[in-house]
């Protein structure tokens, strides 16, 4: 019997996240789950068996990211798949000046994404051998009104995703970028700005990327 992989899936808690962990354990995964809301990630750990664990995690601090790794190791061994798949996307006009909320896309989004290549990466040379997934959006591709920031940082997780890639190919290890189309998630949730919400909220437009 081939000994289980182990995957680090982030943004484990809701949505995309959740839906890879309950599908890589069905694949005979070891997963370690990642996100704040630690009680959302106990309810699904308790669903999906002693192959699924879960640490709390906030990806925009580098400690912790560490430390997921770290944790990950010591239940399972190694880490073979890292699943960076948190992500938020409070839109905003511009005038608005969400300037907060644009901080935290580039912390979440972009540092966030780093943060994991950079905790997973010493461990998949030194085997030569790993799969690093990062999830960027179809807003990375194409961008509207108050989608400029997340667009930039969902962009930004492609462009460093294919160095990644060209630059780990000779050592086994590969680099995918999934640029999602919209999906039903709490991803609107994290939307403060009223101008956008207003729209939203009229069903005219601002459809999810
Ligand atoms: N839904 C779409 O239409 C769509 C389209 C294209 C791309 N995407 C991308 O797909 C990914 C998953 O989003 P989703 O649609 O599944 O939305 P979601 O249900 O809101 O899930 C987002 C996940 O990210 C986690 N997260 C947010 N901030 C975090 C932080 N600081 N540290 C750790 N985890 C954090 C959340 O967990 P906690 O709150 O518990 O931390 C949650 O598990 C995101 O990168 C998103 O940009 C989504």
């Known amino acids: 019997m081939t000994k289980a992989k182990t995957a680090i899936v982030t943004?484990?808690?809701?949505?995309?996240?959740a839906a890879i962990s309950r599908s890589l354990?069905?694949?005979?995964?070891?997963?370690?789950?990642?996100?704040?809301r630690t009680e959302k990630l106990e309810e699904l750990a308790a669903q999906l068996g002693e192959t699924a664990k879960f640490t709390a995690t906030d990806v925009s601090k580098r400690d912790d990211v560490l430390s997921l790794v770290n944790q990950a190791n010591d239940a399972f061994g190694q880490?073979?798949?890292?699943?960076?798949?948190?992500?938020?996307m409070p839109i905003s006009l511009y005038s608005s000046r969400k300037v907060d909320d644009w901080d935290k896309m580039i912390d979440v989004n972009l540092k966030g994404t780093l943060y994991g290549i950079d905790a997973v990466l010493?461990?998949?040379i030194e085997r030569q051998s790993g799969h690093i997934i990062n999830v960027a959006s179809i807003a990375g591709l194409q961008t509207g009104p108050a989608f400029g920031v997340y667009s930039a940082t969902k962009s930004g997780v492609?462009?460093?995703?294919?160095?990644?890639?060209?630059?780990?190919?000779?050592?086994?290890?590969?680099?995918?970028?999934?640029?999602?189309?919209?999906?039903?998630?709490?991803?609107?949730g994290?939307?403060?700005?009223?101008?956008?919400?207003?729209?939203?909220?009229?069903?005219?437009?601002?459809?999810?990327?």
């Open 11 to 17: 943004g484990a808690t809701s949505g995309i996240g």
């Open 190 to 209: 994290t939307i403060t700005d009223p101008a956008v919400l207003d729209v939203l909220g009229q069903g005219l437009g601002y459809q999810p990327m």
């Open 158 to 188: 492609r462009v460093l995703s294919e160095g990644l890639r060209q630059e780990v190919a000779a050592q086994n290890i590969r680099v995918t970028t999934i640029s999602p189309g919209t999906v039903a998630t709490e991803l609107f």
């Open 79 to 88: 880490v073979d798949v890292l699943i960076n798949n948190a992500g938020i």
């Open 25 to 36: 354990v069905a694949q005979g995964f070891n997963i370690m789950m990642a996100g704040r």
């Open 122 to 124: 010493p461990q998949m």
